[in-house]
């Protein structure tokens, strides 16, 4: 991949270095949390669900700002030729080039931009070298309210002039509800050309409890063919009374999600108050929201009756309490950064930077953090193993695209 232009020469030299203090909610007695727990009362279901030890080496990285003044982005992808492409949460698309972004591109539909709505993520099609094709999410404007929608473009290039092509929407979230939360998105290409979608419920408590119901498609995550149709050998496709397109259920609001190197799909979903969670799902199964959690209501309630397990719902491999804020993640498979191989980055928007796991066996081994000061929205893996992350700043401010390389 072309290296991308330095916007600024000025670069930081990084150690992951996290204090240590009293563990209070402890797993580890040198955990990368230190902070109260919301639920203190609350207890994992096995040890090292949650507050994982440190790695005990860490990496030294130099960050970089490659990009400055870019509108309030949401996400990034990185093209074959080493450009990005990105959307804005008010609803436009641009290629940042040497720092700087395009016009907006023509061809993207409307955006209903208020609260946490907007245009949302963008994944590369597989076949994008030849195909040019893109697939985004982003919170569509309907009659009687809102949702999380999927269209499809063609990324046309020529004159130096971008623009988008026969943009169709292929998939909406249902039923139509008027808010302005929790929308989602991520959309992730599975290595059977499959398209993964994670949505939100929601997050009022009239809608949020559909999360439990299959013939709803709120609280969910999808898998569908580039045509926007349920993808053959999905758990439910012929099962009375329930959405064909679902993948498994009982999720929150997922913001993170990425397949590790034996291809399979790994999500983050925001809780409420504490409760964030890193879930391995699979075909048809029940994740518990809002049944069962690791958090508390925002007021200070217990959410439902206070469960954090039953019969019949999952177990999240991982889970946050305080929050880290999740938000874009991608597998770490460089040899590049090595002490970061087999883990996964997820950016932060609590805690202002990278949270890293490190994961074996289907297990979190150990977590890191690499503070960034900014609250960050999304990471890409460069194909020399540098990290990409989007910031964002909260009221709609400036984002910045930071690159992260080993040495100082």
């Not at 990324?155 to 139509?176: C, H, N, W, Y």
């Not at 990471?379 to 040495?407: C, F, N």
Request: proline content about 7%; some cysteine.
């Amino acid at each position: 991949m072309p290296r991308v232009h330095l916007l600024t020469t000025t670069v930081l030299a990084i150690c992951l270095v996290v204090p240590l203090g009293k563990n209070v909610h402890a797993q580890s007695a040198n955990s990368a949390e230190v902070g109260q727990a919301n639920a203190p009362d609350q207890r994992p279901a096995f040890p090292g669900q949650t507050r994982a030890p440190q790695p005990d080496k860490m990496p030294s990285l130099t960050k970089t700002v490659v990009a400055d003044g870019l509108p309030h982005l949401w996400s990034m992808e990185i093209l074959p030729d080493g450009r990005l492409i990105v959307a804005a949460k008010e609803g436009t698309m641009h290629i940042v080039t040497d720092g700087k972004a395009s016009p907006a591109l023509e061809g993207v539909p409307e955006v209903s931009s208020a609260g946490q709505g907007g245009l949302l993520d963008i994944a590369l099609a597989p076949d994008f070298d030849t195909s040019k094709m893109i697939y985004f999410s982003f919170s569509e404007p309907r009659d009687g309210g809102n949702g999380t929608s999927v269209a499809s473009a063609k990324l046309v290039e020529s004159d130096g002039k971008a623009l988008l092509e026969d943009t169709k929407v292929i998939f909406r979230q249902m039923p139509t509800y008027d808010g302005d939360k929790h929308f989602g998105s991520r959309l992730v290409f599975g290595p059977n050309q499959e398209l993964y979608v994670t949505v939100g419920e929601r997050s009022d408590k009239e809608p949020r409890v559909q999360a439990q119901d299959v013939s709803s498609g709120l609280g969910k995550i999808f898998r569908i063919d580039t045509n926007g149709k349920a993808f053959q050998g999905n758990p439910f496709i012929d099962k009375d009374n329930a959405l064909p397109e679902i993948w498994s259920y009982g999720h929150r609001n997922m913001q993170s999600a990425a397949l590790d190197g034996q291809g399979r799909l790994w999500t983050v979903e925001h809780g409420p108050k504490g409760g964030d969670e890193l879930n391995l799902p699979n075909a048809g199964l029940n994740y518990g929201w809002p049944v069962i959690t690791y958090g508390i209501e925002y007021s200070g309630g217990a959410v439902g009756d206070g469960m954090t397990s039953k019969n019949g719902m999952e177990q999240p491999v991982y889970y946050w309490d305080p929050v880290i804020g999740p938000s874009g993640m991608a597998y770490y498979d460089s040899d590049a950064i090595p002490e970061w191989k087999g883990s996964m980055i997820i950016g932060g928007l609590v805690t202002k930077g990278i949270v890293v796991l490190k994961i074996d066996n289907d297990k979190v081994v150990s977590e890191s953090r690499l503070p960034l000061e900014e609250r960050i929205r999304d990471v890409k893996v460069g194909t020399d193993g540098s990290i990409y992350a989007v910031t964002e700043q909260r009221g709609g401010g400036k984002s910045q695209i930071l690159k992260l390389t080993p040495g100082a």
